[in-house]
Structures are given as structure tokens and as C-alpha cells.
């Protein structure tokens, strides 16, 4: 069964603190990652894809480790506005096991910036 | 704008009654998805359409239905066979040619309570 898994926190941080969350992905055909932020009660938005050789936007950084099968997202310098849920997302279409349209969701991690 | 538009955007059910939900975008992607979010978990894949005309079920599609006549819209209706209907409902988009990494965009979803 396609899983993908997060700590669900939440994650009470410092404003200023730096952040990690990290997710794991059961499919290792896995084709593509990323990660989506949902505040409350509104819909998901693309936060960042998370590439092979990593990637860095600004204060998030997010790596992927394909022989262990885990994405993560580092959050520096955090602001209270990054207060949300960050869901890890996982595209396995096409592959054996893969999901029905490809995107599986993680449950999400709540991350909560305290001033 | 371009975007994807969802209505209502809270809507009251008795027991019993089926309700349509409504989904249009105007991005003229291919593929059109209905995810269903209880709190605190993830998004539950309903049904998926990667084309006019046809549409897949996704991992909880009992007590739904949808249609695909329109590239623009993918409405959803919750039967009364559905034994749980109150959650968030999201509906989604994306371009399905070329990169895996192709951005799935999110409407603003439709909030149902079953009274």
C-alpha cells in the first residue's frame, strides 16, 4: 500500500528558530516530491517540488534522499506567518503500486510559530 | 484571473438529500480531481477525471458521483449513500503532458455539514 508518512506535531518553534520536518515515501519508484502548505481551514498551496540535487527558496530549503526514501523541508529564520500545515506530497503515477492519479498525500505536519 | 472556482463555499445538508458540488477552472488543464478532508487528516482521494468524458474512482468514491462533460467543469455530488458526508471538499487541477512535476492547483473547497 502507497504510504507517506509525517510526524503530524504540532511542531511549537521560536520565532527566528530554524525548523526541519521530514516525511517518508513507501514507494521507492517514486517519480517526483513535493511540499504543499495548508493553513487552517483553507486549501492546500504549493509551497516547493523537491528536487534530486535539493533546492533552496529563500529560507526553505527541501532535500531528497532516494536511498533511504525521505524528503525533507528546513525552515530558517521562521516567521509567525510560516504557522501552518505543511504536507508532504508524492507523485508515484505510472509506477507499480503507484496511486490511482499518481499524488499521494502525506497527513500533514502542523507547525506552530510562538512570538 | 485564471484559477479554479469552487461554490458554495459552506453548504447545509439534511439527511438524505443528495447536494451537488460545483468545481469550473480556467486553466484549461486536463485533469480535475475531488479530494475529501476530515480534520486532522489528509486529503482522501474521491474521484479523478484526466479527460472529457471519463472519469476514474479514486480511494473513497461509495456515496459519490461525478460528470465530465465540460474540459471546465467536474461537479461532484454526495448521495445519500454517503454514510459520513460532513468534511472539506476540495476540488483540483493539473496539466497532465510533460513533467511529473506538474503543479496540481487547489480551489478554495466547499465545507459540508450534514445536519
Known amino acids: 500500500r502507497k504510504e507517506v508518512e509525517q510526524d503530524p506535531g504540532p511542531f511549537n518553534v521560536p520565532e527566528g528558530a530554524t525548523v526541519a520536518f521530514n516525511c517518508t515515501y513507501s514507494n521507492s519508484a517514486s517519480q517526483s516530491f513535493f511540499w504543499y502548505r495548508q493553513d487552517c481551514r483553507k486549501e492546500p498551496k504549493l509551497l516547493m517540488s523537491v528536487y534530486s540535487s535539493g533546492n533552496e527558496d529563500g529560507r526553505f530549503t527541501a532535500q531528497l534522499n532516494r536511498a533511504s526514501q525521505y524528503i525533507s523541508l528546513l525552515i530558517r529564520d521562521s516567521k509567525l506567518s510560516d504557522s501552518a500545515t505543511y504536507l508532504c506530497v508524492v507523485n508515484d503515477k505510472g509506477v507499480k503500486g503507484g496511486g490511482a492519479d499518481g499524488l499521494t498525500f502525506g497527513k500533514g505536519t502542523h507547525l506552530i510559530i510562538q512570538p | 484571473d485564471g484559477g479554479i472556482t469552487q461554490s458554495p463555499k459552506y453548504l447545509f445538508r439534511k439527511e438524505g438529500q443528495n447536494v451537488t458540488l460545483s468545481c469550473e477552472q480556467n486553466l484549461n488543464h486536463d485533469a480535475m480531481y475531488w479530494y475529501r478532508q476530515d480534520p486532522g487528516q489528509g486529503l482522501r482521494l474521491i474521484y479523478y477525471?484526466?479527460?472529457?468524458?471519463?472519469?476514474q474512482k479514486g480511494d473513497i468514491a461509495e456515496g459519490y458521483s461525478v460528470s465530465r462533460e465540460k474540459k471546465e467543469s467536474f461537479p461532484l455530488t454526495v448521495t445519500s449513500a454517503q454514510k459520513n458526508p460532513t468534511a472539506f471538499y476540495l476540488c483540483?487541477?493539473?496539466?497532465?503532458?510533460?513533467?511529473?512535476?506538474?503543479?496540481?492547483?487547489f480551489g478554495p473547497g466547499t465545507r459540508l455539514t450534514v445536519l
Open positions: 477525471s484526466q479527460i472529457v468524458n471519463d472519469f
Open positions: 483540483a487541477s493539473r496539466v497532465l503532458r510533460g513533467s511529473s512535476y506538474n503543479e496540481q492547483f
